[in-house]
């Protein structure tokens, strides 16, 4: 049973506009939400977080937008740029784990 | 060098051999993590560790093992390879659960031939 789906496989946005990147949960004990961003051949790298009690925050470029009636998050990207070509990966926390999504893999085209 | 390190980078080994990879975070995090990334399935919890001597299973524990002898190692051991085991495994630590973010290490490729 998936508990955390991110349904786009990937995603492709042109430089300079905004990137939003969707993600879906089921489960309403999730306490905080996270973004991981990854390279080929690279760990994952935390990116940007959200508690359950908060609906936005905001980190530079990166937005993450929580709806909790919903059981969905959102991340932002504005705006696109080259580097932010990765993987992104969808994460909820519960207790003492995270558990993540198959992440979507982001293309930003010149 | 301070950070978490995992070893070997690559590895290839037959089907029915044991092997473990290695994970060494020098920041005494005491929570550590070992993930399987796949095609289609993400990044998957195989197992964790909340502190030295204290381990408990993720969502794919089945086929491995693993010890938490010294806070800074977190050694994952197949003890039996098989085919559907090869996968790129990340160990990842964190000094608290689930609210902070994850630092992981850069990966060890895995083959079972």
């Known amino acids: 049973d998936q508990q955390v789906k991110q349904n786009s496989p990937s995603l492709s946005v042109q430089e300079g506009r905004i990137s939003i990147l969707n993600c879906d949960y089921t489960n309403s004990m999730f306490d905080y939400f996270l973004w991981y961003k990854k390279y080929p051949a690279e760990g994952p790298t935390f990116l940007i977080s959200i508690s359950s009690i908060k609906d936005k925050n905001e980190d530079g470029r990166f937005t993450v937008f929580l709806n909790k009636s919903a059981k969905h998050l959102s991340l932002h990207i504005v705006p696109s740029q080259p580097g932010d070509s990765a993987v992104y990966f969808c994460?909820?926390?519960?207790?003492?784990?995270?558990?993540f999504g198959k992440g979507t893999r982001l293309h930003i085209l010149p | 060098d301070a950070g978490i390190t995992q070893s070997p980078r690559y590895k290839i080994t037959e089907t029915g051999r044991q092997v473990t990879l290695m994970c060494h975070q020098t920041w005494s995090h005491s929570y550590m993590f070992w993930y399987r990334q796949d095609l289609g399935h993400g990044l998957r919890l195989i197992y964790y560790s909340a502190a030295a001597d204290i381990t408990d299973k993720g969502e794919v524990p089945d086929g491995y093992v693993v010890s938490r002898s010294k806070t800074e190692n977190f050694p994952l051991t197949l003890e039996s390879a098989t085919r559907s085991q090869t996968s790129v495994y990340f160990c990842?630590?964190?000094?608290?659960?689930?609210?902070?973010?994850?630092?992981f290490g850069s990966g060890t490729r895995l083959t079972v031939v």
């Open positions: 990842a630590s964190s000094e608290s659960a689930g609210t902070a973010g994850y630092t």
């Open positions: 994460a909820a926390s519960a207790r003492d784990k995270i558990i």
